[in-house]
């Protein structure tokens, strides 16, 4: 099979507007759904601090904001922070953005609830930089304070591999995906190419496959307790066939 490979900091080229933007308009209708199941779970309080962490162009934020709770994103894509601010100003909210790396992240029990969305998390080729990520937000939140943590299902991804995959998107616009898993499988380097009006460019990302024992055992090392586990924002049961792994965790 054919063989990928990526650079450490692959982050840098992959999340650009020219090529990637985790706003599209359907992922948007998504997002207040999204934020209201997350409200009903987590049982925070009206106008309580959240950290949105890796909030992209601010899909979650914004609903947040909206909502009256006090807000905070952070992203280290300035492309997309300036597009979040422009959307909060457009609507005259008021939220706190923050460019930085998720690993350099530096809050003292700051948040009430912290959320990593649409597979923010398992970017990073050295696991221990997953774990410091993790024992950031654990530190930013306040006692009690609870995590979203939305990722890729690692079990459903094993089961259902495929090493290429043609979706067709819209009118004159078609995705390649290919993946590639590590020997262990716990890890997968994945390139996307496509082809828009005509147009080819192509993007590689890494993920870490996290399954519901792998992200139990990363989550409890960096202090959290798992409170539940759901396998989409309707709240269905987490199994091998869907594709989501949400958890809500506790800092303890
Ligand atoms: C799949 S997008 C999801 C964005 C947003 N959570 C959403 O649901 O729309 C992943 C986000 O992670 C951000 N990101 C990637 N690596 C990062 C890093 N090392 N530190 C901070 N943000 C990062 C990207 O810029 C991008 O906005």
């Known amino acids: 099979m054919e063989k990928l490979s990526i650079k450490k900091d692959w982050h840098k080229f992959f999340f650009k507007n ?3 933007n985790p706003a599209s308009p359907e992922a948007v209708k ?5 934020v209201n199941f997350i409200l009903k779970k987590s049982k925070i309080k009206k106008g309580a601090a959240v950290l949105d962490l890796c909030c992209g162009p601010g899909r979650h934020s914004l609903v947040f904001a909206e909502k009256g709770f006090k807000t905070t994103g952070v992203d280290f894509s300035k492309e997309y922070l300036r597009e979040a601010e422009n959307k909060a100003k457009a609507k005259k909210l008021s ?3 923050i460019k930085k790396d998720m690993r350099e992240i530096n809050f003292k029990e700051r948040f009430d609830l912290a959320v990593n969305l649409f597979t923010s998390f398992g970017y990073f080729i050295k696991k221990t930089d997953d774990l410091k990520t993790l024992k950031n937000l654990h530190k930013a939140l306040k006692k009690g304070g609870k995590l979203f943590l939305d990722v890729i299902n690692g079990d459903f991804i094993r089961k259902n ?4 995959h043609w979706e067709k998107i819209g009118k004159d616009y078609f995705l390649l995906e290919k993946t590639v898993l590590s020997k262990d499988k716990k890890t997968s380097l994945n390139e996307w190419t496509k082809i828009k009006n005509g147009k080819i460019s192509s993007g590689k990302f890494f993920v870490r496959l996290y399954g519901k024992r792998d992200i139990s055992e990363i989550l409890n090392k960096a202090g959290f307790k798992i409170l539940s586990f759901y ?3 309707e709240g269905k049961k987490l199994s091998v066939d869907k594709n989501r792994l949400i958890v809500l965790a506790e800092k303890s």
């Open 18 to 20: 020219s090529f990637y």
């Open 30 to 34: 998504r997002a207040e759904k999204e």
């Open 95 to 97: 939220m706190l953005l």
């Open 161 to 164: 591999y495929r090493h290429k």
């Open 231 to 233: 396998g989409n924002f």
